[in-house]
C-alpha cells in the first residue's frame, strides 16, 4: 500500500479540490495542473514507495556499490511498478552512452508510482577526458531538468555529479536522501559529491543503527516558529541535542519549541555586536562545542528600490547576510567552538538567485549568502567543516499565507509540483546536508523549491 501522505493539514484549497471526486475530473477536463499529495517521511517509512531499478549507461562505475543499499535490486519484475529508477551513467563518456541514457529513462519513466523518483549519477563534466565526454556529461543536465519538468503525480528527477576522487560510500548519504520521501520537494537539481575526506565520518558516541544526528550539537537561529522550527525539530528527531535561538522578543514561543523538542532557548539578536562571542560562550560553556550551525533567522522589508530607505537596506543586510558573516568568523576563530566534521548550513532563498521586484535588499543578502557559501567551503574544508546553503522557493508559512490572494496562487503554481512547499520540506535538506555522512557535499546551494521557474 502507498505511504503517501502529508505530516499536516495544507492549506493549499486548490491542491485538495484537484484531488477530490469532483475536482479532480473536472481540472482534467480543463487541462489544469494537478498538484499531487506527496509522500513525507514518517519514521519507520521504506525508503521508496516500491522497489528501486538500477540501470546503467556506458560502463557505470558506482552500480555495484548502488547495489549495496539494501532497498535497491538489479532484477525487479519487468512490468513492476517503481518506486524509483536508478541510473548509473558515471560511466557515460560519448553520444550513443547519452542515447542510451535516454532510453533508459524513457522506459522506466513510465513503470513509476507517483511520488517514484528518478535519479542519475554521472561524472562531472570538468573530469571528462575530452571535449566529446565534457558535453554528454553536460548533456544529462538539460535532460534530468527537462525530465522533472515532465514527470506526474509527485515524481522527482535529480542529478548527482560524482567526483573522481569521491570513494562511492561518500555518495550514500546523497543517494539514500534523494530516493526517500525527504526530498519531496527537491526536483531538478544538480549536486555534486566530492571527497569527504576529513569532513566525513559517523557521529561520535553513535553506532550504525542510530540517528543520523545521534550525540550532536546543532544550533538553529530564527527557530522560534516558521522554517527554523520545523529545522530544530527534525534535528531533534534525528538524535541531536538543539539549541533554538531567536529575538528576546519571541522569547516565548522559543520557549515553546524548545521544551517541544527536548532542546535548549537561547535569547539573542544576532545583529548585536557581541552576538558572536555569547553564542560561543554560550555553546562551549553548557556543551562543550558545537557540530552544527544553521543560519535561518532572516527577515524581509520589501519596497521597490526608488523607495528604499536606509532603515530598510541596513536591516535586511544586517539580520540576513552580515549576522551569519561574524558568526562564522567566530566558530571557525583559532579554538574555534565548532568542532571538526563541523556543518554550517546557511538558509538563502530563490530570489537570491532569480531576483524579485521589491526585493533588491532581500536578494542582494541572500545572493550574499550563496557567495558567502562558496568562497568559505575550500577555506573550510582544512578544517574538516562543509558549508552549504539550502534556497527555498515557495514555503507554506505565516510569511506566505499573509501574501494577496493572486500572488500567494501564482507562487504555489509555478513550478514542476504545482504547490508550495511545507517548513518540514526546507528543514530535512538542511538535516542532509549536516549529516556526518555527507562530508562530500560542500560549496553547494540546493534550490527546495519543486523545481520553481523562477530562476530556472
Ligand atoms: P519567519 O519570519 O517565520 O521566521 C524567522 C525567524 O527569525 C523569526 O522567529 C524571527 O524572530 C527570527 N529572527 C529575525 N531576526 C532575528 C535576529 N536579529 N536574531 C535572531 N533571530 C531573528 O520566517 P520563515 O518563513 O520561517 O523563514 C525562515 C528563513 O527562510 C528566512 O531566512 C527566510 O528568508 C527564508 N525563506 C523563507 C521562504 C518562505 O517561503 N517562507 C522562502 C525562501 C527563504
Redesign the pocket.
Known amino acids: 500500500m502507498s505511504d503517501t501522505g502529508n505530516a499536516r493539514t495544507s492549506s493549499d484549497w486548490y491542491r485538495m479540490l484537484a484531488n477530490g471526486r469532483i475536482g479532480g475530473p473536472l481540472s482534467r477536463q480543463l487541462g489544469l495542473p494537478r498538484p499531487a499529495q506527496l509522500r513525507r517521511y514518517r519514521p519507520g517509512q521504506s525508503l521508496t514507495d516500491g522497489p528501486v531499478r538500477l540501470a546503467t549507461a556506458g560502463t557505470g562505475k558506482l552500480a555495484d556499490h548502488v547495489l549495496t543499499l539494501p532497498e535497491v535490486d538489479q532484477v525487479v519484475e519487468p512490468d513492476a511498478r517503481l518506486g524509483a529508477l536508478v541510473l548509473d551513467a558515471t560511466g557515460l563518456d560519448t553520444l550513443h552512452e547519452l542515447s542510451v541514457a535516454q532510453e533508459l529513462l524513457g522506459s522506466g519513466i513510465r513503470r513509476l508510482r507517483p511520488c517514484g523518483r528518478v535519479l542519475v549519477l554521472a561524472g562531472t563534466p570538468e573530469q571528462a577526458g575530452d571535449i566529446t565526454a565534457a558535453a554528454a556529461r553536460q548533456a544529462l543536465d538539460g535532460l534530468i531538468r527537462s525530465v522533472a519538468k515532465e514527470l506526474r503525480d509527485g515524481a522527482t528527477a535529480n542529478l548527482v555529479q560524482v567526483s573522481t576522487e569521491a570513494a562511492p560510500a561518500d555518495t550514500d548519504s546523497t543517494v539514500r536522501f534523494l530516493l526517500s520521501a525527504r526530498s519531496a520537494y527537491v526536483d531538478g537539481q544538480v549536486v555534486r559529491v566530492g571527497a569527504a575526506g576529513s569532513a566525513g565520518g559517523a557521529s561520535p558516541d553513535t553506532d550504525a543503527g542510530a540517528p543520523p544526528h545521534a550525540g550532536r550539537v546543532v544550533v538553529v537561529?530564527?527557530?522560534?516558529?516558521?522554517?527554523?522550527?520545523a529545522i530544530a525539530e527534525v534535528f531533534a528527531r534525528d538524535g541531536a541535542t538543539v539549541v533554538c535561538?531567536?529575538?528576546p522578543?519571541?522569547g516565548e514561543?522559543?520557549a515553546a519549541t524548545a521544551n517541544r523538542i527536548g532542546g535548549l532557548a537561547l535569547q539573542?539578536?544576532?545583529?548585536t555586536p557581541d552576538?558572536a562571542d555569547r553564542l560561543s560562550e554560550y555553546v562551549t560553556g553548557r556543551l562543550g562545542g558545537v557540530d552544527v550551525i544553521v543560519h535561518?533567522?532572516?527577515?524581509?522589508r520589501d519596497k521597490l528600490l526608488v523607495n528604499m530607505d536606509d532603515a530598510r537596506w541596513n536591516s535586511v543586510l544586517?539580520?540576513?547576510l552580515r549576522?551569519q558573516l561574524e558568526l562564522n568568523a567566530a566558530l571557525l576563530a583559532p579554538e574555534t567552538p565548532l568542532r571538526t566534521g563541523g556543518r554550517i548550513v546557511s538558509?538563502?532563498?530563490?530570489?537570491g538567485i532569480a531576483g524579485n521586484r521589491g526585493q533588491t535588499n532581500?536578494a542582494a543578502s541572500?545572493a550574499g549568502v550563496i557567495g558567502m557559501v562558496r568562497a568559505l567551503a575550500p577555506r573550510a574544508a582544512g578544517q574538516g567543516i562543509t558549508v552549504n546553503a539550502v534556497?527555498?522557493?515557495?514555503?507554506?508559512?505565516?510569511?506566505?499565507a499573509a501574501m494577496p490572494f493572486g500572488t500567494r496562487e501564482a507562487g504555489r503554481r509555478i513550478n514542476s509540483l504545482h504547490q508550495?512547499g511545507e517548513?518540514v520540506d526546507?528543514a530535512e535538506t538542511v538535516a542532509w546536508l549536516a549529516e556526518p555522512g555527507s562530508g562530500g557535499v560542500t560549496g553547494q546551494v540546493v534550490r527546495v523549491c519543486g523545481q520553481s521557474l523562477l530562476g530556472a
Do not use: W
Open positions: 537561529t530564527g527557530s522560534a516558529r516558521g522554517i527554523g522550527a535561538l531567536d529575538v522578543a519571541q514561543a522559543l539573542l539578536d544576532i545583529t552576538a535561518n533567522a532572516g527577515i524581509t544586517a539580520v540576513n549576522a538558509v538563502a532563498s530563490t530570489s532581500y541572500k534556497a527555498p522557493g515557495f514555503i507554506e508559512t505565516e510569511m506566505t508550495g517548513p526546507v
